[in-house]
């Protein structure tokens, strides 16, 4: 499955909205050169994952027990989709001493369906040093 990717340089601001530029958030982590030192910063990462199209990091930072096939992740993958909001509400844990943690955020994208706004509790776990997506409750 070949999905064109929205080309954007370190320079750019992050996806995410941490105010950081891509270089210095989340693009490493999306190249695999830095690991996600938080749930939260790999739920960031994620989000950006998202909005760049990157199947690879979806896939490699959910864990292996809730990893869905990649064509289920075609939807959200769709080239007209696009992402443009995350605001981050809450974090629970998720920190460098800890092996679970929660983050609750909305995301907010634009389909020519609409606007969708997503609202999620998301789970994490962390096993060998890095930080996996579980599941979320919408
Ligand atoms: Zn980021």
Redesign the pocket.
Known sequence: MSIPSPALSDSAR?????G?V?GA???P?LRHERRAGTAQ?LM??R??AFALRDLEHLLASWHPRTRPAPEELTESLRPDVRWLRLEVLATERGGPFDDTGTVEFIAISKSPQGRHKQHEVSRFVREDGAWYYVDGDA
Not at 14 to 18: A, D, R
């Open positions: 992050c996806p995410c909205g941490s950081d891509l958030c989340c693009g982590v910063a960031r990462s989000y950006t």
